[in-house]
């Protein structure tokens, strides 16, 4: 296993260690609480099922904000991206007729282009006007939060004030087969769907021309420049591909895991993509997996709650921990360095594979090993 | 005998390499050091070392007799160790002031007492003749000065032991002589000093002694008096160099590069370089002298298409480029050597072998049907490697940033080399090289010229522009002043130029 492995894991066991401190000291058993956390995520097929399905979404978020990562950008606006990506699926799932063959794709050619819409604008004012993504992408947000409370309002209200009308079964992502496959949980297509992008994802970025392109310019954009690499063009396609799998996640949750839409609320899959992605030491495999594990914890805090008296939040504290380990890896990767040191005293023969550098090695690009 | 430093019998491995092995450096107390070898010879791993940047694997570190464990830059500073790296660790947009005192900010109460800082540090700028003003912007001040900041910070934590890294790859000629005298004031007060540089003149000028290392491995420590350049070079390299290059006289033939009244804005937004003209024929090397910061890299950008022209043209192969993209431009058969390696040269978390395609990844057979095609990437990595002598411990799957400053430099010139330019613009090519890679990479440019391709040499180094060039071009002020042939000038007639007299004013 690599490092960034080691460092995630590490910090899922060091997140691990805080929750149970905390049932300690709240007085619960650790061992039984997390007895039932796992098991509420795992215990019968259809509790399986509906980890994965919480998972999905969150896989496609993950992968979201690893993509633009590797450009160099940071997209903070996954949660407008995915809503507005939600909507625009949902939008078209309730206005067309068309057979579901014809309609899921159209739908999340929808959601893709919803997505990729909202992120299109940040990555444009980056490229033309070098304004901060995370700055006008947190703006995009709310726009996309507005439009949408407005639009459903307007023309797609519900039985509630707060929702959209319901999409028909064959609008959605459901897929009874599967769904009896896990128990009657309600995993959906959307599963398969966002595996599929996992694996599209690496693939571009690992095998062809434009990964190389995109890395380039979020390693070292001078160099691509100088390379002959379009800066701009890659910036803006980045964000818009980015944008687009969030997008995805929004028809994952709102046509997928859900059958409407709901307002006023950002959807929190959105910013939990930034943790997810962190976790997955910003790789698509890497998301995959702490994407699963984070729908784990999500649907197993529900049965934790109710076998147990410890309180629902702390799973969340657990996983808020997790993510605080997981974005503050580079303390891990220190303390990771100061345990193989130690080690490697005793041995002085044995060859070293890793030296930590300067103090100050978050200005990677522009400088190097600092020698010469 | 009164060492300050003893490295004793010193063993480094990385992966695939062993950068040190069974090296011993003794600095004698109140001598100038200097450390040779090739590139990639081990000298700054050796030196990371004594900083507390790597530990060794073998061997010990004593300091005043008694032996310790450097285990971080913090513990190497306790000890009196200071360090200028090549690539300056400097905030910019702080003052000199707030940069020498960071991380050891004296306290007043709860603030910072800047006051007293400012004082300190302005006595030990007098004392030691460096001429730093305490409260100008980093961002404000030249290489030279930045680099005295990077000195004034070691004597502020009260460095006994200095280790200047090839201090004087990024300075002109001027500052060079400067930081020669700097030494000289250091060592009077009492310092000690390890220097690495790849200048023999250099070491010369100031040594007292020099250990030479070849491969990782200790070849020997001469007194720099009784030893000649050339023996010098010649431990260091294990065969003799010829310092002077040969080449036959240049027959130019159609004009390749055609710059016409060529304006271009510098980054502070005025013009860096005016109405410049200038031409460049296949089967030529034009040098391009001048002192750094006089218009050379708005020129160099101007024609490989990193910087917006402002008025005039540039025509290549009879096609005027002014709005090419970079890209086009690069197809049209232009390559560049940048100045500036980190910046522009390399993606340092990229392998080099992904480095050597930076260009051409999108080209057969490097990538078909837009998917990169590894194998073949990885034979026309291996044979620039090779080519060039690019050494590096796992080969081109090692990552750029892992390899010594020249061994990064010789992949460049390899890679611009490799794509057969029309045009090859090579800007202090040599810049940070030993001499046994300086002398091939020049018989290299000299090769693509008998070849009948164009050569723009862009070099602060005298000696370089005058050796290797066909004629020189000289620029004061972003202004081209004169043109010169290079058989039939001398470094005086260029000097003069260099300062702006032009050729004219001076014949009357
Ligand atoms: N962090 C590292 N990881 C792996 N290999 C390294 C690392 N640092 C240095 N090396 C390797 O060790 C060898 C010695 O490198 P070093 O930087 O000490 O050379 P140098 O003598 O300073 O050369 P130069 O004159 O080119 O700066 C090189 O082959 C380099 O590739
Ligand atoms: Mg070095």
Redesign the pocket.
């Known amino acids: 296993m690599n490092k960034a492995g080691i460092i995630s894991l590490i910090s899922v066991f060091l997140g691990l260690l805080a929750g149970a401190v905390l049932m300690i000291i709240t007085g619960h058993n650790p061992f039984v609480g997390f007895m039932y956390l796992i098991q509420g995520g795992t215990l019968t097929l259809e509790r399986i099922g509906n980890t994965l399905a919480t998972a999905t979404p969150l896989i496609l978020t993950g992968l979201s904000v690893t993509f633009a990562f590797k450009t160099g950008l940071f997209n903070i606006g996954t949660p407008g991206q995915m809503l507005f990506g939600g909507f625009c699926a949902t939008a078209v799932g309730l206005t067309s007729n068309l057979p579901s063959i014809l309609l899921l794709p159209l739908m999340l050619l929808a959601g893709f282009l919803g997505g990729a819409l909202f992120a299109f604008i940040p990555g444009l004012l980056k490229a033309v006007f070098n304004v901060h993504e995370v700055v006008s992408s947190i703006m995009m947000n709310w726009i996309s939060f507005w439009i949408v409370y407005y639009t459903i309002q307007a023309y797609f209200k519900g039985n509630m004030e707060t929702e959209s009308r319901l999409l028909a079964d064959s609008a959605t992502l459901r897929a009874p087969w599967l769904s009896n496959l896990f128990g009657g949980s309600y995993i959906n297509l959307g599963l398969l769907i966002a595996i599929l992008c996992v694996a599209v994802v690496a693939f571009i970025l690992n095998k062809t021309t434009f990964g190389y392109e995109l890395k380039s310019v979020g390693f070292n954009r001078h160099a691509a420049e100088y390379g002959g690499i379009s800066v701009n063009k890659n910036i803006i396609l980045s964000m818009m591909i980015s944008g687009g799998l969030a997008g995805l996640a929004g028809v994952m949750q709102y046509a997928g895991n859900a059958n409407n839409i709901q307002i006023g609320v950002m959807p929190s899959q959105g910013f939990d993509g930034i943790a997810v992605a962190l976790l997955g030491g910003i790789t698509p495999i890497g998301s995959l997996f702490s994407a699963l594990f984070f729908g784990l914890l999500y649907s197993g805090r529900g049965f934790m709650n109710a076998m147990t008296d410890v309180p629902p939040e702390i799973a969340d504290t657990i996983i808020a921990t997790i993510i605080y380990f997981a974005a503050t890896s580079i303390l891990v990767e220190r303390l990771l360095d100061k345990f193989s040191k130690s080690r490697k005293t005793a041995q002085l023969s044995e060859a070293t594979t890793a030296?930590p550098l300067y103090p100050d090695s978050s200005e990677k690009n522009t400088e190097d090993?600092g020698?010469? | 005998m009164d060492y300050v430093v003893e490295m004793l019998n010193i063993r480094k491995e990385?992966?695939g390499?062993v950068?040190n092995d069974n090296i011993t450096l003794q600095l004698k107390r109140g001598e100038v050091h200097a450390l040779l070898?090739e590139?990639?010879?081990?000298?700054?791993?050796l030196m990371g070392m004594l900083f507390g940047m790597y530990h060794p694997d073998l061997g010990s570190i004593k300091i005043n007799g008694s032996e310790v464990k450097i285990a971080n830059p913090n513990v190497a500073n306790d000890l009196g160790i200071g360090m200028v790296h090549q690539h300056f660790k400097l905030v910019h947009n702080f003052t000199t002031t707030q940069n020498i005192i960071l991380g050891i900010e004296p306290k007043k109460g709860l603030t910072v007492d800047i006051k007293s800082a400012t004082t300190k540090v302005a006595e030990l700028s007098k004392r030691y003749g460096l001429n730093v003003d305490p409260s100008a912007k980093i961002e404000d001040i030249s290489v030279g000065m930045q680099q005295r900041v990077e000195i004034l910070k070691m004597l502020y934590r009260n460095a006994e032991i200095l280790i200047f890294d090839e201090p004087t790859a990024v300075l002109t000629p001027q500052e060079i002589n400067d930081l020669m005298e700097i030494m000289k004031n250091l060592i009077q007060e009492g310092k000690s000093i390890i220097l690495i540089t790849h200048k023999l003149k250099e070491i010369k000028a100031v040594a007292d002694r020099c250990t030479v290392i070849r491969r990782g491995k200790y070849i020997g420590t001469v007194d720099v008096k009784s030893t000649s350049e050339m023996e010098m070079a010649k431990m260091m390299v294990g065969r003799p160099v010829s310092f002077k290059v040969t080449k036959i006289p240049s027959t130019p033939k159609d004009t390749i590069l055609k710059i016409d009244n060529l304006c271009v804005q510098n980054n502070k937004k005025v013009l860096g370089l005016k109405n410049f003209s200038l031409e460049v024929r296949a089967g030529e090397i034009v040098g391009i002298a001048g002192v750094e910061g006089n218009g050379q890299s708005e020129l160099v950008e101007a024609i490989t298409g990193l910087r917006k022209i402002e008025s005039g043209s540039v025509v290549v192969k009879d096609q005027p480029i002014n709005t090419l993209s970079v890209k086009k431009r690069i197809d049209m058969g232009i390559a560049h050597i940048p100045e500036d390696r980190h910046k522009r040269g390399l993606i340092l978390d990229y392998t080099v072998e992904d480095n050597m395609i930076l260009e051409i990844y999108h080209k057969e057979p490097f990538s078909r049907y837009k998917l990169l095609n590894r194998p073949a990437i990885h034979s026309y990595a291996d044979k620039i490697i090779a080519d060039f002598d690019v050494?590096?411990?796992e080969g081109g799957a090692?990552y750029a940033r892992?390899?010594?400053?020249?061994?990064q430099q010789k992949a460049i010139i390899g890679r611009e080399i490799a794509l057969d330019p029309d045009l090859l613009i090579a800007v202090q090519p040599t810049r940070?090289l030993?001499v046994g890679s300086i002398e091939y990479i020049h018989k290299r440019l000299i090769e693509q010229r008998d070849k009948g391709k164009a050569v723009l040499l862009v070099s602060l180094e005298l000696d370089e522009v005058m050796n290797v060039s066909d004629r020189i071009a000289i620029v004061n002020n972003g202004e081209l002043i004169g043109i010169v042939q290079a058989s039939e000038t001398n470094e005086n007639e260029i000097g003069l130029m260099m300062a702006g007299v032009k050729g004219e004013d001076r014949h009357e």
């Open positions: 030296d090993k020698d010469n | 990385f992966p390499i950068a070898g590139n990639g010879a081990g000298k700054s791993t050494r590096a411990g090692s892992s390899l010594s400053g020249g061994n940070g030993d």
